[in-house]
């Protein structure tokens, strides 16, 4: 397991952007996948984005494809979810998490062993 920092949520107006990042130890973000999954009050968590540069997996949840993106730092020590056009639909705290799945797991919290302790993001109509 691996240490991780959710930061950057905050409030923003329904069609801003919000950079939301997740800092690890140095190299983490080299070997293992990251992902980011969201709870609004009352849901259930569900799957946002994951991303494996070693394997090169990429996905995306249907109702954020084209509008969220994955990137990283070279050190492998940060990697960020970039939010465009927000909804309030996508007001929920973010959480990010790392681990090794294989690649039919990517999209599940069971595939990922360490987990950030989350951070809000509202979107405002």
């Known amino acids: 397991q691996v240490q991780l920092v959710d930061d950057g949520g905050g409030l923003v107006q329904a069609g801003g952007s919000l950079r939301i990042s997740c800092a690890a130890p140095?190299?983490?973000?080299?070997?293992?996948?990251v992902a980011w999954f969201r709870q609004a009050p009352g849901k259930e968590r569900e799957f946002v984005a994951a991303?494996?540069?070693?394997?090169?997996?990429?996905y995306y949840a249907d109702s954020v494809k084209g509008r969220f993106s994955i990137s990283r730092n070279q050190a492998g020590s940060a990697a960020y979810l970039q939010m465009n056009s927000l909804k309030p639909d996508d007001t929920a705290i973010y959480y990010c998490?790392?681990?090794?799945?294989?690649?039919?797991?990517?999209?599940?919290?069971?595939?990922?062993?360490?987990w950030g302790q989350g951070t809000q993001v509202t979107v405002s109509s």
């Open positions: 140095e190299r983490t973000f080299s070997t293992y996948a």
């Open positions: 991303r494996r540069w070693s394997g090169g997996n990429i």
């Open positions: 998490a790392a681990g090794r799945p294989i690649a039919s797991t990517m999209r599940t919290s069971g595939g990922y062993t360490s």
